[in-house]
């Protein structure tokens, strides 16, 4: 569960996620885990709070079904990772400059498509993991999106990190994207954004085993 609350020494709302009895260990005992949404709006505050509340409960998903087969290292890398991120502000400082100028939308168009991209690394972090743990590596490590194991397992994490790329590829991203994002706007603003949706190219996924190197 998660709420947000206005900090009674602060003048800016805060988010709250009480973490699962089970997985308090994880965290060093921690019952709830405290965000500051930096911002004394209340509106502003819920959003945000929303977005934590997405990348909590995913944390949460991973260790309820990966945490009890993980080293302590790649579980405490794996919380300070999603713990330490910054939600991104650009766009919420653009959106406070006035009207929607040519230059702003711009600017959320590169805010989106980073975003999406650091999304996308993450995702291909988490499934790459657990498939390394489901053959029984526990010695892993990352820089990033570059990843590392010992010498003997180097050849299993680059199939296995093909296998997550050609995974997560295999859908229409972009579609899954939109049809969550816009799940609430009326149905002819979906449809004129559908619109304006760039075309899917061939991505040949069948290439990628064969593939030196790989960049997710």
């Not at 509340?53 to 995913?58: F, L, V």
């Not at 590169?110 to 790459?128: K, Q």
């Not at 003997?152 to 050609?166: C, E, H, I, K, N």
């Not at 996924?205 to 790989?214: G, K, N, S, T, W």
Request: charged share 25%.
């Amino acid at each position: 569960m998660s709420t947000v609350f206005h900090h009674p020494k602060r003048k800016t709302f805060y988010h709250r996620s009480i973490v699962p009895h089970r997985l308090q260990p994880y965290f060093k005992g921690r019952q709830q885990l405290w965000r500051s949404l930096k911002t004394e709006d209340k509106d502003e505050a819920i959003l945000k709070s929303a977005q934590w509340t997405a990348r909590i409960h995913q944390l949460f998903l991973t260790l309820k079904k990966q945490g009890d087969r993980m080293t302590d290292e790649q579980r405490e890398a794996l919380v300070t990772h999603w713990l330490e991120v910054e939600l991104d502000e650009a766009e919420d400082a653009r959106a406070l400059a006035g009207p929607l100028s040519d230059d702003y939308r711009e600017g959320v168009w590169h805010v989106l498509s980073d975003n999406s991209i650091h999304s996308l690394d993450a995702a291909h972090l988490v499934i790459t993991m657990n498939k390394l743990l489901d053959e029984g590596v526990g010695r892993f490590a990352c820089v990033h999106d570059s990843y590392l194991t010992l010498a003997s397992d180097m050849g299993l994490l680059v199939r296995l990190t093909q296998g997550a790329f050609m995974e997560l590829h295999k859908s229409n991203i972009m579609e899954s994207f939109f049809e969550t994002s816009c799940a609430g706007l009326p149905k002819e603003v979906r449809e004129r954004l559908r619109q304006s949706m760039p075309e899917q190219r061939g991505l040949s996924l069948e290439h990628v085993p064969d593939a030196p190197y790989l960049f997710s």
